[in-house]
């Protein structure tokens, strides 16, 4: 069964770091596209980043350039997405999903993980 894992959420003051993890089971997560994506309360879907399979490129949302970087483990069958200079407005669900094109559309993408909570306060 194809399943994607996401870990690496909790708490955090602003400026701060964490690194979010995307594991898979079930499949190969060098085949695909994984995208990474955010939702805060009353707020849609936001696409941050995404990595193209096979060693392709990555891309970011204007949102989180220069402070976010993700980043493929294919030992590992995990992609992460190291988030720094953290501000409270990146408080969201993080979620880590599995697609074939390297977009922040999440009609693009076919599997899911659950999500994992991040927040961003003093």
């Known amino acids: 069964q194809l399943q994607l894992v996401e870990s690496g959420g909790g708490l955090v003051q602003p400026g701060g770091s964490l690194r979010l993890s995307c594991a898979a089971s079930g499949f190969t997560l060098d085949y695909y596209t994984i995208g990474w994506f955010r939702q805060a309360p009353g707020k849609e879907r936001e696409g941050i980043s995404c990595?193209?399979?096979?060693?392709?490129?990555?891309r970011y949302a204007d949102s989180v350039k220069g402070r976010f970087t993700i980043s493929r483990d294919n030992d590992k069958n995990t992609v992460y997405l190291q988030m720094n200079s953290l501000e409270p407005e990146d408080t969201a669900v993080y979620y880590c999903?599995?697609?074939?094109?390297?977009?922040?559309?999440?009609?693009?993408?076919?599997?899911w993980g659950q999500g994992t909570q991040v927040t961003v306060s003093s």
């Open positions: 999903a599995a697609g074939w094109r390297c977009t922040v559309e999440a009609g693009s993408y076919d599997y």
């Open positions: 990595v193209s399979r096979y060693g392709g490129g990555t």
